[in-house]
């Protein structure tokens, strides 16, 4: 099962596909033109291996498709994606008939360098350079309407500002952002923002929350911000952070079985949700992928 850490970069984009142009405009200076769209992320035309990227956005103009990007996210260099990464390319521009751009979200500027490395095709003058983005690129989002109109940048960049000379603005436009969001993707982005903030940032969030004043308006943030950060706080900090990714973990172990149809008795759910071992929860998701029942979790 992929990791907390690696789905919610690709989450973020397939609810929002257009924090891709946001972070292609920002940080590479590419314009591209068209409405971004999330498409298909298997390719099925290689015979007898399916190569399936992380996540695909199209472009469309009035008149035609202009613009492809896939888009990765990647927590470590990994030599066997120097070549999937040009067939994915290849693929998306024979499928589309468009020029395509590959887009890989990393954690950390080490991973982000790594992966970085020119790829030589082998062919004079045929050189792909994949563009890596890690949070340290992205500019510090410290006006809570500007994190509210696009909450999934406010949160990747986060983690790389929130101990900077911005912290506090940081944190309270983040917060606020995630206040914003509907459903259980406050949530997810909630969860996975508490695993990648340092010790002080947290306690610079729970401070925030307490003494700024600010009302917060959904449900998930009165219980799990404004009243919970300081109760987890006392559980200890390194704690919180195994607990932080636990929880990331259920929460995407019990989105693969509802996009499975697969209906999850209240025993079941209540045995994942309480589970605090992160690899029991990895083996338990890769499991979710081929089960007909909740209950075979558990076989």
């Not at 729970?206 to 009165?222: I, L, N, P, R």
């Amino acid at each position: 099962m992929p990791t907390s850490a690696h789905e919610l970069p690709l989450e973020m984009v397939r609810n929002r596909p257009e924090l891709v142009p946001t972070i292609l405009r920002t940080v590479f200076g590419l314009d591209i033109l068209g409405e971004p769209s999330i498409t298909s992320e298997s390719f099925a035309d290689l015979n007898p291996a399916e190569l399936r990227c992380d996540a695909t956005v199209l472009f469309d103009t009035r008149d035609k498709r202009a613009h492809g990007v896939i888009v990765e996210s990647q927590q470590r260099f990994d030599g066997g994606k120097q070549y999937s990464w040009p067939a994915y390319i290849a693929l998306l521009r024979l499928r589309h008939k468009c020029g395509a751009t590959l887009l890989v979200l990393c954690p950390d500027e080490n991973s982000a360098r790594r992966c970085a490395a020119p790829i030589d095709m082998g062919h004079p003058n045929w050189v792909l350079e994949p563009l890596t983005v890690h949070p340290g690129m992205l500019p510090p989002i410290t006006d809570p309407d500007e994190a509210a109109r696009m909450p999934e940048l406010a949160v990747l960049s986060a983690p790389a500002h929130a101990d900077g000379p911005h912290a506090k603005d940081v944190v309270s436009a983040v917060a606020a952002a995630i206040d914003t969001l509907t459903g259980d993707t406050g949530p997810l982005y909630h969860d996975y923002l508490r695993t990648l903030l340092s010790d002080a940032a947290r306690k610079l969030l729970e401070d925030t929350v307490k003494t700024a004043g600010y009302e917060w308006q959904s449900d998930f943030a009165k219980k799990h911000i404004a009243e919970g950060l300081a109760e987890g706080r006392a559980e200890g900090r390194a704690e919180g952070r195994a607990e932080g990714e636990a929880i990331g973990e259920a929460r995407f172990l019990l989105r693969i079985l509802k996009n499975r149809g697969i209906t999850v008795p209240d025993e079941v759910r209540e045995r994942i949700t309480s589970c605090t071992d992160t690899d029991q929860l990895e083996r338990w998701g890769d499991r979710a992928l081929v089960i007909d029942r909740a209950e075979q979790l558990f076989d």
